[in-house]
């Protein structure tokens, strides 16, 4: 299989040699590209340095922008699945391989989940998680136990679909839109690292924006949206 590894990258100045790094010595047998989402750091500057594959936007365009050029990367190359991998080091590349194995399998999406078979904390942290998941039960009902997981594999039917002219981004809402139209999903137990530098996206009223977005769009909003 004929993988692609998309890392945006907004400010990882911190963070993005290390990933590389590790992406290179340990895991050559995979292909990436680096989007670097108008970064005001020196985060295009070590890309050049160390050669690696990367693309500049010229302003930040959110993850959803740097996500659909990673995917019309994919469709333009041919490649068989495309998955979504944090510059931040928080996805391990080891758990790939049993992602792969599930596109072999005729899944279209597969998600790395930390709770397959590991337990849900019960923690503020976890509260919008397990609401954006009783939200994608209600609507589509199938059970997603990892629905906030950034950690997801397409195969190239899926990779289509996101080159299309359309508003699909890499998050909850769009999967369960996929499943309502008869994508099969299936979660695969992961574990991930923890953000060790730099600072994350969401902060807390970010986070709760966030939630109340994803939630709309799941209980609203996809129910208009066209494929």
Request: glycine fraction near 8%.
């Amino acid at each position: 299989m004929k993988t692609l590894l998309i890392i945006p990258a907004y400010n990882e100045e911190e963070n993005i040699e290390r990933v590389m790094e590790c992406l290179r010595t340990d895991f050559p047998q995979y292909d990436y590209v680096i989007v670097n989402d108008g970064s005001r750091d020196r985060t295009e500057e070590i890309c050049k340095k160390n050669g690696y594959r990367f693309v500049s936007h010229p302003v930040n365009l959110g993850l959803t922008g740097a996500f659909q050029t990673g995917m019309r990367y994919a469709y333009r190359y041919g490649y068989d699945a495309a998955i979504q991998f944090d510059g931040d080091g928080q996805h391990k590349p080891e758990y790939i391989s049993l992602l792969e194995a599930e596109i072999e399998n005729g899944y279209d999406i597969v998600i790395g989940s930390r709770f397959v078979t590991e337990k849900k904390p019960h923690s503020p942290r976890m509260l919008g998680n397990r609401i954006i998941g009783l939200a994608i039960r209600l609507t589509t009902g199938k059970k997603i136990s990892d629905p906030t997981s950034g950690m997801r594999l397409y195969n190239r039917r899926m990779i289509e679909k996101f080159v299309q002219p359309n508003s699909f981004g890499p998050e909850p809402d769009t999967v369960a839109f996929f499943m309502r139209k008869g994508a099969k999903v299936k979660e695969v137990q992961v574990c991930m690292n923890e953000r060790t530098a730099g600072e994350s996206y969401l902060s807390f009223s970010r986070s709760v924006a966030y939630m109340f977005q994803i939630m709309t769009s799941i209980l609203l909003l996809q129910w208009f949206r066209k494929e």
